[in-house]
């Protein structure tokens, strides 16, 4: 692949606009140095950005991210999209609220008339007010456990574990959480745990910064403790239980719709941004990354098909602009 000088332009100018560069950090660096720029050129803060040229170009990589450009998805099989299945954290969102791209987009999902769910490590608490106030037809919660929408005008509240189950998990719950704050230094709950119904979460990235090494040592804490662990974005969440984003997916589709989701997941888009929406990338065929998902290129072991030009918002909007193209045409 041969590269342009304004593609190195584009490159370097990653390394302003993520500030979680982690292994990517030397590459960008070098880059920035080819370019004899640096990272603080007014030049690079201008210009844009494909995620995938950055490992491309970066010459560490042996391998180039199974994951196409999302440009190149088929606008017929966008055509034949049934359903939106969503992220929240980083894909929707910036620094926590909703980007005004997105919410946009999720109001001309809702003009074409497609179903669309949000599928989110966030807690019950935390997504109650959102489910009232955004156009979607639910949130699913805490990676699978619980969905929130909205029924003849009234919020409904449903778990995907029955009471017992969820007051016999509660204490063991906050057992493992004050182990792990105990055990790993720096280690604290993330601040939205209030919220929290049916799963723990550590803050990594929110509010507090932890090394990689101790987000691990949180999972091991969590797995040797007999949870499910995942790691979004933000938090290091742990719970009880076999649900996760994907069944929560599942359950949420035959609830509203009564439709099974696996019959008809050829035709069902989701877009993620990190290594806890891996199971839903392998999960579904037109599965897209927006742009940030990169900054999990070390961590992915399973990659969406295609990967958005857009950062966060930026890119769910991307995609939605693609289906609304494809369903104006006669
Ligand atoms: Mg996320």
Redesign the pocket.
């Known amino acids: 692949m041969q590269l342009t000088h304004e593609d190195f332009v584009r490159v370097s100018a990653v390394a302003d606009e993520i500030p979680s560069l982690g292994p990517w950090r030397p590459v960008i660096a070098d880059l920035a140095t080819l370019l004899g720029t640096g990272a603080d050129s007014s030049a690079a803060r201008r210009a844009r950005v494909h995620p995938q040229d950055a490992l491309i170009a970066s010459g560490r990589t042996s391998r180039t991210p199974p994951v196409q450009p999302f440009a190149l998805c088929p606008p017929e099989r966008l055509a034949r999209c049934r359903g939106v299945l969503t992220?929240?954290?980083?894909?929707l969102t910036e620094h926590g609220v909703l980007m005004p791209e997105a919410l946009a987009a999720l109001h001309r999902l809702r003009e074409l008339g497609l179903p669309t769910i949000a599928i989110t490590g966030r807690p019950m608490g935390w997504s109650e007010p959102f489910a009232r106030a955004w156009p979607v037809d639910a949130i699913v919660a805490e990676n699978g456990a619980v969905a929130l929408f909205r029924e003849a005008g009234d919020l409904c509240i449903e778990y995907a574990q029955d009471d017992a189950t969820r007051r016999a998990n509660a204490q063991r719950l906050q057992e493992v959480l004050a182990r792990i704050v105990h055990e790993v230094p720096g280690a604290s709950a993330a601040r939205d745990s209030a919220g929290r119904v049916t799963d723990i979460a550590i803050d990594h990235s929110e509010f507090v910064h932890l090394p990689g090494a101790a987000i691990e040592r949180v999972v091991a804490l969590m797995r040797s403790e007999g949870m499910e662990a995942t790691v979004?974005?933000i938090h290091v969440n742990g719970w009880f239980g076999t649900h996760d984003k994907r069944s929560g997916a599942r359950w949420i589709v035959s609830r509203l719709l009564g439709r099974e989701l696996d019959a008809e997941r050829d035709d069902w888009l989701y877009v993620?941004?990190?290594t806890n929406d891996q199971v839903m990338f392998g999960c579904f065929p037109m599965s897209v990354g927006v742009a940030n998902l990169m900054r999990f290129a070390a961590e992915l072991t399973v990659w969406p098909a295609y990967l958005a030009e857009g950062e966060r918002g930026n890119g769910f909007a991307q995609v939605v602009e693609a289906i609304a193209a494809v369903r104006a045409q006669p």
């Open positions: 992220d929240i954290d980083d894909t979004s974005s993620g941004d990190s």
